[in-house]
C-alpha cells in the first residue's frame, strides 16, 4: 500500500485542489492513504484567531470570518450546486470554532491552539474527500483523531505509538481494499478524546504514522520543489537535485534545519525500511529524490541556512566547571522554554549555543538562566551547515561574512557567521 502527502502549497485554492485529484487518480499504484495538510496559510489564520480570542481583542469574530469566507470561495469554485452537502459540513467546522469563541478563555493557549487551529485540517480534509468523490474517486474521509493517539502536551504532541498501531492495523486494511482513506495531517487525540496537534509542519509525520503502521511499501511527500535540492533556493542560487539520499543524510539534513521533510518523519520509515519519495506536485512525472537505504552519500554538498540566530555563551558565576549538574540545569531550562538548539559547545567554564530568536521565551530563559551563569547574548546572526563540506564549500559562503564560531566534525560544518558591514565605493 502506499501513502501521499499533500501541504497547504499543494491545496491554495480550487485549482491545486483539482490538481491533487488529479494526481491521486493518476498516480495511485495500490491501495491509497492520502494525508493532507490545511489548506493555503489556514493554519497561520488560525494562529492568529486563537491569539487574538487569548488576549481578548475583540478581533477573533473578524478573523474567522475571514477564514469561513476563503474557504467557501474555493468550495463555490470546486462545486457548481450551493446546496452540495460539503458547504454545510465545512460551515459546521467553523460553528465549533465559534462556540469556543463565545466563551471568557479559560484554558491555556496551548489547549485552545489545538481545539482552534485543527479546524484547518479537518476542512481541507472535507473538502478534498468530497471533491476527489465528486471525480469518481472511491474516496472516504476519515478522522485521524480516532487513530493517532497521543499524550496531552499539546501543540506539541507525542504519539502512543502502541494504541495507534493497534487501532490502524486493524480498522484501516478493510477500508483500504475498497476505499482511498484521505485524512488529516498534524492531529491527533488524547486518551480523554482532547484534540492535540503534533508540532508545526507535523503533516508529514502523521503520514509516516500511518505508513509505518500500515508496512506501506512508500510514501509519497508532494510538494512545489522538485525533491530534495541541495539548499533552499530562497538563499542559493544553483541548487542542484538530489535524486537519492540515505536514510542517515536525510535525518542529518533535518536536524540541522533543511525545511524540506519534517524531521521527526525519518525515523519511524527507517525502522521499516519505508522509501520515501519527495516529488513536485507541478511536474508529478518528475521522479524527484527516494531516500531509502543506500550506502552511497551525499552526491553533492549541501547547504542549511538559518538565519536571526541568537548566540548565548553561558558561563558558571563562581568558575566552576561545566560539567553534568550544569549542564542538565541548562538543557532542563531550555526544554521548559521550548527552546532547540542548533548548535552547541562547550569549553571546560562555558557552554554556548545557537537557537532561533524565537522573541519571548528567550528573554524567559535569559532570565532564568542569569540566576545561576554570567551571559552574553548575540543577536542576528546566521548559522550555515555544510553537509560533505570541503574547503571551496566554505569559502563560498563566507564571501562578507566574519565567523563567531565554528564546529567540524569529519563530514558536517558549521559556521555561526555575521553579516560584514557594506565597504562604502570610493
Ligand atoms: N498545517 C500545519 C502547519 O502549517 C501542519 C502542516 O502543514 O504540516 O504547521
Redesign the pocket.
Known amino acids: 500500500m502506499q501513502v501521499f502527502k499533500f501541504?497547504?502549497a499543494s491545496v491554495k485554492d480550487a485549482e491545486s485542489i483539482k490538481n491533487v485529484a488529479h494526481i491521486v487518480a493518476n498516480y495511485k499504484k495500490d491501495e491509497l492513504l492520502v494525508v493532507v495538510?490545511?489548506m493555503g496559510k489556514?493554519?497561520?489564520r488560525l494562529m492568529e484567531v486563537t491569539q487574538h480570542y487569548v488576549d481578548q481583542t475583540g478581533e477573533a469574530f473578524a478573523r474567522l470570518d475571514a477564514v469561513k469566507d476563503w474557504h467557501h470561495h474555493i468550495l463555490a469554485n470546486l462545486f457548481d450546486n450551493p446546496n452540495h452537502p460539503i458547504f454545510d459540513e465545512i460551515a459546521n467546522c467553523f460553528v465549533e470554532v465559534e462556540w469556543i469563541l463565545e466563551e471568557e478563555p479559560q484554558d491555556t493557549y496551548d489547549y485552545l491552539f489545538d481545539q482552534i487551529v485543527s479546524t484547518?485540517?479537518l476542512a481541507s480534509s472535507k473538502i478534498l474527500a468530497a471533491y476527489a468523490l465528486h471525480s469518481g474517486i472511491a474516496a472516504k474521509w476519515l478522522d485521524a483523531r480516532d487513530y493517532i493517539f497521543t499524550d496531552n502536551t499539546h501543540r506539541e504532541a507525542a504519539v502512543d505509538w502502541e494504541k495507534t498501531e493497534e487501532k490502524i492495523r486493524r480498522d484501516l486494511p478493510t477500508i483500504l481494499d475498497e476505499h482511498v482513506i484521505i485524512t488529516q495531517?498534524?492531529i491527533g487525540s488524547t486518551s480523554e478524546n482532547f484534540t492535540t496537534t503534533l508540532g508545526?509542519?507535523?503533516?508529514?509525520y502523521s503520514a509516516a504514522i500511518f505508513a509505518s503502521c500500515l508496512n506501506a511499501d512508500d510514501i509519497t511527500i508532494w510538494k512545489d520543489v522538485p525533491g530534495v535540492l541541495n539548499a533552499d533556493p530562497k538563499w542559493f542560487d544553483h541548487t542542484e537535485l538530489i535524486p537519492e539520499l540515505s536514510y542517515t543524510d536525510a535525518i542529518e539534513l533535518t536536524y540541522y534545519g533543511a525545511t524540506v521533510i519534517?524531521p521527526k518523519t525519518i525515523k519511524p520509515l527507517q525502522n521499516k525500511k519505508i522509501a520515501l519519495n519527495v516529488r513536485s506536485f507541478l511536474n508529478p512525472a518528475e521522479p524527484g529524490t527516494y531516500i531509502r537505504s543506500t550506502n552511497q552519500g551525499l552526491p553533492i554538498p549541501s547547504f542549511i541556512f538559518k538565519v536571526n540566530q541568537v548566540f548565548i555563551n553561558i558561563q558558571p558565576r563562581d568558575f566552576s566547571f561545566i560539567v553534568e549538574d550544569n549542564l542538565s540545569h541548562i538543557f532542563n531550562l531550555f526544554h521548559h522554554n521550548r527552546i532547540k538548539i542548533n548548535m552547541m559547545h562547550n569549553s571546560a567554564i562555558s557552554f554556548c549555543v545557537s537557537v532561533d530568536d524565537t522573541g519571548a521565551n528567550i528573554d524567559t530563559l535569559m532570565e532564568a538562566l542569569e540566576k545561576r551563569y554570567k551571559i552574553s547574548v548575540e543577536r542576528g546572526l546566521e548559522l550555515i551547515t555544510i553537509r560533505y563540506f570541503n574547503q571551496e564549500t566554505i569559502e563560498r559562503v563566507l564571501i562578507n561574512k566574519q565567523i563567531v564560531r565554528e564546529l567540524k566534525d569529519s563530514y558536517t560544518c558549521q559556521l555561526l557567521v555575521k553579516k560584514l558591514p557594506a565597504v562604502a565605493a570610493l
Not at 200 to 204: K, N, P, V
Open positions: 501541504g497547504g495538510s490545511a489556514t493554519t497561520d484547518g485540517e495531517g498534524f508545526r509542519e507535523g503533516s508529514d519534517h
